[in-house]
C-alpha cells in the first residue's frame, strides 16, 4: 500500500482502520490482565483491571451508587457551563475579530485568562462561589469561556476580504455586513469549536467535582479512588468517554444539517 501525504481515505477505510487501532488496544489491554490469579499478572488490578472486571464494575455502581443520577447532574453542569460560556464567547469573539478597538481593550485580558492553570480555578472559584453548586457550573463557564474565545476570534478574523468587499459592493452598512457576512461566513467553523469545546467539558468534569460535590462522575471517581476499586474509576471513565463520543457525533449530524454546503 503506497502512502501518499494528506491522502484522502475512503470512509469505509478509515472507519476499518480505526476500528483496528481500537481492536488493538483492547487485545492489548486483556493479554496483560487475563489471568484469573491475580498474582501471574504482567500488571496488577491496582494499576489496570481487566476488561471483565471493569464490565462487572458497572453492576454496582448503578445499583448501589447511583450511576444513573450521577450521569445526570454531570450533563446538567457541564451544558449548563458550556451554554454560558457560548453566550457569552460567541459574540464578545465576533466583535474582537470585526473590531481592532474590542480586541484591544478586550485581548490582554483574554490573554491572561487563558493562562491562568485550569486546576487553579478550583480553589478560586470556591472563594468567589462557595461550596455550591455554582461554584462548580462557573469553573466549568470560565475554563470553557477562555477556551472558546480565541478560537471564535480568530474564526472571525481569518474570514476573507473578498465576502467583505462583496458586502460593501452590494451596499451592506456596518452591521449589516457583520450580520449577514462574517457570522454567516464563520458559522460553521464556530459550530465545530463548540463541538469540540463540549468534549472538552467532559474533561473538566473531574476537576469541577473535586470538592464537595454529592453526586456527579467526578465524584464517583474520588470516592472508588479512595475505596482502591480501580475497576470502578475505569468504568466511570468509559461512561465519560462514551458520552462524550456520543454528543460529539451528536454535534457532527447537527453540523452536516445546518452546513450541508460543506459536505460539497
Known amino acids: 500500500m503506497k502512502w501518499e501525504i494528506r491522502e484522502s481515505l475512503p470512509r469505509?477505510?478509515?472507519?476499518?482502520?480505526?476500528?483496528?487501532?481500537?481492536g488493538a488496544v483492547l487485545l492489548g489491554w486483556f493479554a496483560v490482565t487475563w489471568n484469573p490469579t491475580v498474582e501471574l499478572r504482567w500488571v496488577s488490578p491496582l494499576v489496570l483491571p481487566s476488561p471483565s472486571e471493569v464490565?462487572?464494575?458497572?453492576?454496582?455502581?448503578?445499583?448501589?451508587?447511583?450511576?444513573?443520577?450521577?450521569?445526570?447532574?454531570?450533563?446538567?453542569?457541564?451544558?449548563?457551563?458550556?451554554?454560558?460560556?457560548?453566550?457569552?464567547?460567541?459574540?464578545?469573539?465576533?466583535?474582537?475579530g470585526t473590531f481592532s478597538q474590542v480586541r484591544a481593550v478586550a485581548g490582554p485580558l483574554a490573554v491572561i485568562g487563558g493562562?491562568?492553570?485550569i486546576a487553579a480555578l478550583?480553589?478560586?472559584t470556591i472563594s468567589w462561589f462557595g461550596l455550591g453548586e455554582s461554584q462548580k457550573v462557573a469553573f466549568l463557564f470560565i475554563a470553557s469561556f477562555f477556551?472558546?474565545?480565541?478560537?471564535?476570534?480568530?474564526t472571525v478574523a481569518d474570514v476573507?476580504?473578498?465576502?467583505?468587499?462583496?458586502?460593501?459592493?452590494?451596499?451592506?452598512?456596518?452591521?449589516?455586513?457583520?450580520?449577514?457576512?462574517?457570522?454567516?461566513?464563520?458559522?460553521?467553523d464556530i459550530f465545530d469549536h463548540l463541538r469540540t469545546l463540549y468534549g472538552v467539558g467532559w474533561g473538566y468534569i473531574i476537576l469541577a467535582e473535586l470538592v464537595a460535590a454529592e453526586h456527579g462522575l467526578g465524584h464517583m471517581i474520588q470516592i472508588s479512588q479512595r475505596r482502591g476499586r480501580t475497576e470502578e474509576v475505569f468504568a466511570v471513565l468509559l461512561v465519560i468517554l462514551a458520552i462524550a463520543i456520543a454528543i460529539d457525533q451528536g454535534f457532527r449530524?447537527?453540523?452536516e444539517l445546518l452546513f450541508p454546503y460543506r459536505n460539497r
Open 122 to 124: 478550583v480553589p478560586l
Open 160 to 188: 476573507d476580504e473578498v465576502y467583505l468587499q462583496t458586502g460593501y459592493t452590494l451596499g451592506a452598512s456596518r452591521w449589516q455586513t457583520i450580520r449577514h457576512v462574517l457570522a454567516p461566513v464563520a458559522a460553521a
Open 253 to 255: 449530524v447537527a453540523s
Open 55 to 96: 464490565l462487572h464494575a458497572f453492576g454496582p455502581l448503578h445499583w448501589t451508587q447511583g450511576l444513573t443520577r450521577s450521569i445526570l447532574y454531570s450533563l446538567a453542569r457541564v451544558t449548563t457551563g458550556f451554554v454560558l460560556a457560548a453566550a457569552l464567547a460567541i459574540p464578545l469573539g465576533v466583535l474582537m
Open 147 to 154: 477556551m472558546l474565545l480565541p478560537m471564535v476570534v480568530k
Open 12 to 22: 469505509a477505510t478509515a472507519v476499518a482502520l480505526g476500528a483496528a487501532g481500537v
Open 115 to 117: 493562562y491562568v492553570p
